[in-house]
T-cell receptor, first 113, second 109 residues
Framework: NAGVTQTPKFRILKIGQSMTLQCTQDMNHNYMYWYRQDPGMGLKLIYYSVGAGITDKGEVPNGYNVSRSTTEDFPLRLELAAPSQTSVYFC????????????FGPGTRLTVL | RKEVEQDPGPFNVPEGATVAFNCTYSNSASQSFFWYRQDCRKEPKLLMSVYSSGNEDGRFTAQLNRASQYISLLIRDSKLSDSATYLCVGDEALGRLYFGRGTQLTVWP
């Protein structure tokens, strides 16, 4: 199993550009999550999904959108990039919620200039 | 508001030392807590879950005190490979994790 994979690994955007961060898991997990981690800070939840077709906002959803059309994929969309969105983005998945390990992807390092 | 407070360190200890990390949390409704480990420029990985009765995994012992809203991690006989950032994590429900800033540990030879 590849686990959780994310693409791209790195990206530089100009203000106002859009992009989609890809996330795929091959563990047949129902739960998937997007977090962002700013330098020296803890991870913050952006969006999450409890199954295909179901998504909900986390703590910091503004400026982002998600979709979950399949169990495997959970892309994160930035529509109008802003410097405040410069961060490392992690996707994670888990079989169930609570007391179940979340498996993280390797992250996407995004810089908005 | 869900918050986890941790001393960011850094903690610098020699090999073989015992080191303890603590954190406090604000959301008394949280049911589950964890310690995650994050190596430099890598993704977090689960180190261990934390139970009220206390739990041990080899050289690592975790403890949860719900009355004081306090979580601890004890590492015995530190190894060079233990050098990392240790993240104190709570679960709001449905797996919605909230993270502390992390405590940086460096173990030197």
């Amino acid at each position: 199993n590849a686990g959780v994979t994310q693409t791209p690994k790195f990206r530089i955007l100009k203000i106002g550009q859009s992009m989609t961060l890809q996330c795929t898991q091959d563990m047949n997990h129902n739960y998937m999550y997007w977090y962002r981690q700013d330098p020296g800070m803890g991870l913050k939840l952006i969006y999450y999904s409890v199954g295909a077709g179901i998504t909900d906002k986390g703590e910091v959803p503004n400026g982002y959108n998600v979709s979950r059309s399949t169990t495997e994929d959970f892309p994160l969309r930035l529509e109008l990039a802003a410097p405040s969105q410069t961060s490392v983005y992690f996707c994670a998945s888990s079989e169930d919620s609570s007391y179940n390990e979340q498996f993280f992807g390797p992250g996407t390092r995004l810089t908005v200039l | 508001r869900k918050e986890v407070e941790q001393d960011p360190g850094p903690f610098n200890v020699p090999e073989g030392a015992t080191v303890a990390f603590n954190c406090t949390y604000s959301n008394s409704a949280s049911q589950s807590f964890f310690w995650y480990r994050q190596d430099c420029r890598k993704e977090p990985k689960l180190l261990m879950s934390v139970y009220s009765s206390g739990n041990e995994d080899g050289r690592f012992t975790a403890q949860l005190n719900r009355a004081s809203q306090y979580i601890s991690l004890l590492i015995r006989d530190s190894k060079l490979s233990d050098s990392a950032t240790y993240l104190c994590v709570g679960d709001e429900a449905l797996g919605r994790l909230y993270f502390g800033r992390g405590t940086q540990l460096t173990v030197w030879p």
